[in-house]
């Protein structure tokens, strides 16, 4: 029974690539607005808000900020891959969709509120977000809502992979959406659960199968040395950067440290809270729009941390991406 | 149209190797058959909360949790996580996880659920100063305290597809175990009641002050109910070499989107019939070979009339043939418990040669003319079911499950 894992049933055809991606944080519109001294720019601020979109729809009225947010990002990363909305209608595009806080604001509102509204209380399910982005671009394909805390886009991230390399879609819109504004008291109260600052952010990438490509590994680990573990069989690849994902500064910088005594000097190690604030489920998806902006050769590995858990997925040939 | 698993050999297969049950008619495997079979009702009286502002006062609640034999450690304080350690306790002493985790196995918890640890949020609110409530409630809580429970060394996840949670959860499982991820999965779906979704569902007027009567011409809306439906997932050969006889195999699964309404499912339900058609194929399974539908089946005017269409758009006239349940009137709409529940049901009805009744079914519906097994359990041994759940969010999920053997 030791670690015997059989991959077993689904053919592994080939990998993936990112076909484009939107973003908006509140840093700005898309990875150009990311500041290029983030720690100077961040100083003193605990949260960092995102600008609510203003989508001109009538249906949408209703819909909450993180609504908004959700079914912008998509928009913007449809643009960006030269996708036109009526190409991904229909049951041959995914949806998954990752967030480790997005449902906290219409949550608390309702818990709180003296007098129910029952057009509020749809929006309080997590998967108001994804819904609202599939009735948007007429989605009818596979569909899932991830809320593993921080690493909900590392899993996110390998759902995708495999709903393609399966033949289960022919794109997956990877979405994430994480808000703080609306309970920043609540979290001001609960620091201990998160660090700051936080970064208010919506990501949404566009992957497609890619034949030529290797296959997305992914890997999780939970408990004590959960980071030691998931990296162990890691050492003897050749990667371009580890990008690391953790909700809180002090824990970047303990497995940054770790990570750096794993590998040769020359491997970029790039520290997300460093780099944006923390974001949580974005911030891997943001990782692998940084990872495929800079264009190196070899795989990327993106890891991320909640609580006890890490996880980690092995992106191959990050310079092969944004094919549009 | 897709690749899936079109020949399953039997040991690539992913068996059910333990069960566990937390509902309103039982606690524990054998109390919950027995429920469902002798036509046991578990609603009654919301006690446990004030409901004397709502319409409907009436649930599936479990009045009293019972004691666990020979556990090393208090339960937690979070009354969902307690529902799911309940559950998961039966499943893995069934499947003799224990063993598998001492021999190295890595074990992997996915769970689902439609409110998370809201009660958890709900209770902070009432008594403010208890930092540590807020733990508990975002909706992976739960999940981390089972994880943590169990001493779990794998991947922790936690999915919401609304009420379709418990389904898409095991589907996940099997996904991990497919790629490799780890050796043994603890899946299922968990949710309790509290005023936060009574109230939510109060305002939508969508709970009945009539029985709930799935299928019936004059079945007016759902009633919500509480538990916990956890199963064991390993690969079939790992099952055999460890010496465990699986309760059942998912052979297929899918979750898609209706892309139509935020709350309302879309009268054609092509997401649920897309849904059927990917876990198919992903099965390997052709529609006429299936014997047994697990409806989701809630007792809403639109669900049942919608779900009773698409298996006839998917299945043809081998629809008329299929018998079909819904054991919502049992034990009300248990949310994110509910389709794994009704997994743990098909199995059970493979392994005990019954199928339960719907409850309250008397006066057919022209629209709902499939063949409903009402009144008493049939006797009937279905090798190859269907088990299909829906959502709030346009959240359709199926699962294609077969008898132990």
């Known amino acids: 029974m030791k670690h015997e894992a059989h991959r077993v049933c689904y053919p592994q055809a080939g990998g993936v690539a990112v076909r484009g991606w939107g973003l908006f944080t509140g840093w700005g519109e898309g990875l150009q607005s990311l500041p290029t001294l983030p720690a100077v720019a961040m100083q003193g601020q605990r949260l960092l808000p995102v600008a609510t979109p203003a989508l001109a729809s009538e249906r949408l009225r209703r819909a909450t900020r993180e609504c908004l947010l959700g079914v912008a990002a998509v928009q913007a990363a449809l643009d960006h891959s030269c996708l036109a909305p009526h190409e991904v209608a229909g049951a041959r595009t995914a949806l998954v969709y990752a967030s480790a806080s997005s449902y906290a604001a219409a949550n608390w509102t309702f818990v709180t509120s003296e007098t129910e509204n029952a057009l509020h209380f749809p929006y309080t399910a997590p998967s108001a977000v994804p819904a609202e982005v599939t009735i948007q671009f007429g989605i009818t394909g596979p569909y899932l809502t991830l809320l593993s805390g921080a690493n909900a886009g590392i899993e996110a991230l390998w759902q995708a992979a495999t709903l393609l390399t399966t033949a289960q879609c022919d794109r997956v819109l990877v979405l994430g959406v994480e808000t703080f504004q609306a309970c920043a008291e609540l979290y001001t109260t609960g620091r201990w659960l998160l660090g700051t600052p936080l970064l208010e952010a919506a990501a949404c990438l566009v992957l497609e199968r890619h034949p030529s490509l290797a296959a997305v590994r992914y890997r999780a680990q939970w408990g004590t040395h959960g980071l030691a573990r998931l990296v162990a069989g890691e050492r003897e690849r050749a990667l371009a950067s580890v990008y690391l994902c953790t909700p809180t500064a002090r824990a970047g910088q303990v497995a940054g440290h770790y990570l750096q005594t794993q590998w040769p000097a020359d491997m970029s190690l790039v520290l997300l809270h460093e780099r944006l604030g923390i974001c949580l489920a974005c911030a891997p998806l943001i990782a692998l729009m940084l990872a495929v902006t800079a264009g190196q050769p070899e795989d990327v590995l993106l890891i991320s941390q909640w609580w006890d858990a890490w996880a980690m997925v092995h992106w191959p040939e990050s310079s092969c991406q944004a094919g549009h | ?405």
Request: charged residues 20%; proline residues 6%.
């Open chain 2, 1 to 405: 149209m897709m690749s899936g698993t079109p020949h399953q050999r039997p040991d690539d297969r992913i068996a059910i190797t333990g069960m566990g049950v937390l509902s309103p008619i039982g606690q524990g495997v054998e109390a919950f058959w027995s429920g469902l079979i002798n036509g046991v009702s578990g609603i009654t009286t919301i006690e446990r909360f004030p409901t004397h502002d709502l319409r409907v006062r009436r649930g599936g609640e479990i009045k009293q949790l019972r004691d666990i034999r020979g556990l090393a450690r208090p339960l937690p304080a979070c009354r969902a996580s307690q529902f799911l350690i309940h559950a998961a306790t039966e499943a893995t002493r069934m499947a003799r996880l224990p063993e598998a985790v001492a021999a190295g196995g890595r074990v992997a918890v996915v769970i689902g659920s439609a409110l998370g640890g809201i009660a958890e949020a709900e209770r902070w609110h009432e008594q403010p100063g208890d930092l540590h409530a807020l733990a508990g409630a975002p909706y992976d809580g739960p999940t981390r305290q089972l994880a943590r429970w169990l001493d779990a060394t794998g991947p922790v996840l936690t999915i919401s597809t609304a009420c379709a949670s418990g389904a898409t959860s095991l589907g996940l499982g099997v996904d991990l175990l497919r790629a490799g991820a780890a050796t043994a999965v603890v899946a299922g779906g968990m949710d309790v009641l509290c005023r936060f979704v009574m109230r939510g569902f109060n305002r939508l007027r969508s709970l009945t002050r009539d029985e709930v009567r799935p299928f019936d011409r004059r079945r007016k809306g759902l009633l919500l109910g509480e538990g916990a439906g956890v199963v064991v997932l390993e690969c079939a050969q790992t099952a055999r070499r460890r010496g465990i006889t699986p309760c059942g195999y998912v052979l297929g699964h899918a979750s898609c989107a209706d892309g139509a309404h935020i709350t309302a499912p879309d009268p054609q339900g092509r997401g649920l019939e897309q849904s059927i058609r990917l876990a198919l194929a992903n099965a390997g399974v052709r529609g006429e070979e299936i014997e047994f539908i697990s409806a989701h089946g809630t007792g809403t005017p639109l669900n049942d009339r919608m779900e009773t269409q698409v298996f006839k758009k998917v299945l043809g006239a081998r629809a008329y043939e299929v018998p079909v349940n819904s054991i919502k009137a049992h034990m009300g709409h248990t949310m994110g418990a509910a389709a794994t529940l009704e997994t743990i049901m098909c199995l059970l009805a493979w392994r005990y040669g019954q199928i339960p009744p719907t409850l309250n079914y008397g006066e057919p519906d022209p629209e709902c003319d499939l063949p409903y097994v009402t009144g008493h359990a049939r006797t009937y041994r279905p090798r190859l079911s269907l088990n299909t759940a829906a959502g709030f969010g346009g959240c359709n999920a199926c699962l294609v499950l077969a008898g132990g053997e």
